[in-house]
């Protein structure tokens, strides 16, 4: 089944401790975003990647990392998490001229 | 630039009775505008796209969207609403290369029985 998949689906942290969350997808897409869900907010971009070892910023980069070693993965970095980064992460990809295709979401809390 | 406004945080319908989600956008440039649903817990699911064909777009589920230059709305509608339909509904709209998107702040859908 095509899919993109994050774990964790739920995570809660505290202030300053690294974390990761990871991103696959299996429907070999070259294009794969994070986004960030607030109330009142809808979604905001965080990053992008066109391709292997391409990643550009979106509207809301700040506090944030990512990579893009492999095609198929591309996870989110917080080198230290805060409290306003808590939050629902979205991860999507995309094939050529073909819309987005979403995972189920992270929802993140920061303590 | 990109934006897109969602000009109702809420909407309550009666099941049976039609729906209205109402959009507009701003682009420099001639957009791609989706339509996208997401229930509780769950990722968004695509409704429906717009990329400079027909005007009048038909997605899942009975939705359909028009494109209308002048007013730059792009209005999401059903004829009649299904308890199934109760959930957040986003308008996006994406610049020429694809590469971001511009969410709207959703609006959430409430159908009464």
């Known amino acids: 089944e095509a899919q993109v998949t994050q774990n964790p689906r739920y995570l809660i942290t505290v202030t300053g401790k690294k974390l990761t969350v990871t991103c696959s997808q299996n429907?070999?897409?070259?294009?794969m975003s994070w986004y960030r869900q607030d109330p009142g907010l809808g979604l905001r971009q965080i990053y992008y990647?066109?391709?292997?070892?391409?990643?550009d910023k979106g509207d809301v980069p700040e506090g944030y990392k990512v990579s893009r070693k492999e095609k198929r993965n591309f996870p989110l970095i917080l080198e230290s998490p805060s409290p306003n980064q808590t939050s629902l992460y979205f991860c999507?990809?995309?094939?050529?001229?073909?819309?987005?295709?979403f995972g189920n979401g992270t929802r993140l809390t920061v303590t | 630039a990109q934006s897109v406004t969602q000009l109702d945080s809420h909407v309550s319908v009666s099941e049976g009775t039609p729906v209205l989600l109402r959009c507009n956008y701003s682009?420099?440039?001639?957009?791609?505008l989706f339509w996208y649903v997401q229930h509780p817990n769950k990722g968004l699911q695509l409704l429906l796209k717009?990329?400079?064909?027909?005007?009048l777009v038909k997605g899942i589920n009975g939705f359909e969207a028009e494109f209308k230059k002048s007013e730059t709305s792009f209005h999401l509608t059903k004829p009649s609403a299904h308890m199934s339909d109760a959930a957040e509904y986003f308008c996006?709209?994406?610049?020429?290369?694809?590469?971001?998107?511009?969410f709207g702040t959703g609006t959430s859908l409430t159908v009464i029985p």
């Open positions: 999507a990809s995309r094939g050529n001229s073909s819309p987005l295709h």
């Open positions: 429907m070999n897409h070259e294009y």
């Open positions: 990647s066109m391709n292997v070892e391409v990643t």
């Open positions: 682009s420099s440039y001639s957009p791609s």
């Open positions: 717009y990329t400079s064909a027909a005007t």
């Open positions: 996006v709209v994406s610049e020429p290369t694809g590469n971001q998107f511009y």
